[in-house]
């Protein structure tokens, strides 16, 4: 396995210097000034692809990606765009992680200047780093569920990444890093938070601890990952079977089924089981219930309603 370039794997910057991205549902072609920077996007049969698109640069997470990313998930869950979302990558790694070099910050020269900006990096610094958690939080915010797709190194940031997914699948190549640890920082995007909620602790520890590569085998074995492939090409196309049965489930259903489990990981079971009959009180649908059992016994799809769109008031 060939060793990555250092500079894509350093810690997050004081600064994050990105400008507002236009975000648009589906692929478009390179040459088109709105196309993403970071990913292609196509949706098909209830099923959103993600796709990281920069192989040439390991798909490491440039400014825009941060921007992109969150931007994509929402539209696609705030109009009810697919039933579930597929995230893969593109080249033989899925990503080297923070890619610190496009990270940039002028010198700044006046000493007055210099000074504000002395006294304010720490809240520059947590403002930065909370809005770079937000874009892992919408996969795991959003209503439908989230599968990733690994092949390769998924490293650093990457991790934060396919840990606020509700799946993970991967090669038989690849493996995963809490990178920060061997550059002397503490990865704060979103890794530990969830890491030690799908692995046992002990294990979790070790891999912050040491920053050592835990690889596919190993990661099916602790439970990080559901299955692994031979290559990409096989990983990917299971993956698809495996959201096309979920999207040809009532989508209320599924959505349920996501904010119960999310909700329960963090609660008491005896809260929990409260939040579910609440929740069944006001979503139970019959009509949906009938139309499952229906479909089951005629041996077709079920005819299910969308999940609404996403409204901002009630008027």
């Not at 400014?63 to 009810?80: C, G, M, Q, T």
């Not at 439970?223 to 492939?229: A, E, I, K, S």
């Not at 979920?246 to 089924?257: D, E, N, T």
């Not at 949906?288 to 008027?315: H, Q, S, W, Y």
Request: charged share 25%.
């Amino acid at each position: 396995m060939p060793e990555f370039d250092r500079r894509n794997l350093n810690p997050s910057p004081l600064t994050r210097k990105m400008g507002p991205n236009k975000i648009t549902p589906c692929s478009r072609e390179r040459n088109d000034p709105m196309a993403h920077s970071c990913f292609d996007v196509e949706i098909d049969n209830h099923i959103a692809h993600i796709r990281m698109s920069r192989p040439e640069k390991r798909n490491s997470m440039i400014p825009a990606f941060w921007n992109e990313l969150p931007e994509i998930v929402r539209d696609i869950d705030r109009e009810a765009k697919a039933r579930a979302i597929v995230i893969s990558s593109t080249g033989p790694h899925f990503t080297s992680g923070l890619d610190v070099a496009s990270f940039t910050q002028d010198e700044i020269k006046d000493p007055a200047e210099k000074r504000a900006a002395r006294i304010r990096a720490g809240a520059d610094f947590y403002g930065a780093v909370r809005n770079m958690q937000e874009t892992f939080s919408a996969l795991e915010e959003c209503r439908v569920p989230v599968l990733a797709a690994i092949q390769g190194g998924c490293i650093g940031g990457g991790v934060d990444l396919i840990t606020a997914c509700d799946m993970r699948y991967a090669t038989e190549d690849a493996f995963i890093t809490i990178f920060e640890t061997n550059i002397g920082m503490t990865a704060d995007v979103g890794t530990f938070p969830r890491i030690s909620k799908l692995i046992g602790d002990g294990i979790a520890r070790e891999l912050a601890y040491t920053g050592r590569k835990m690889g596919a085998g190993e990661a099916k074995e602790t439970g990080l990952v559901n299955r692994v492939f031979a290559n990409q090409e096989d990983m990917l196309a299971e993956v698809m079977k495996i959201a096309s049965e979920i999207a040809s489930k009532a989508p209320l259903a599924v959505m349920g089924c996501k904010r119960m489990m999310n909700y329960a990981r963090d609660h008491s079971v005896k809260d929990s089981l409260d939040y579910i009959a609440i929740w069944n009180a006001s979503m139970l649908q019959r009509e949906e219930i009938f139309e499952a059992m229906t479909a089951n016994k005629e041996k077709r799809p079920g005819n299910f309603v969308d999940l609404p769109p996403i409204r901002k008031n009630i008027g």
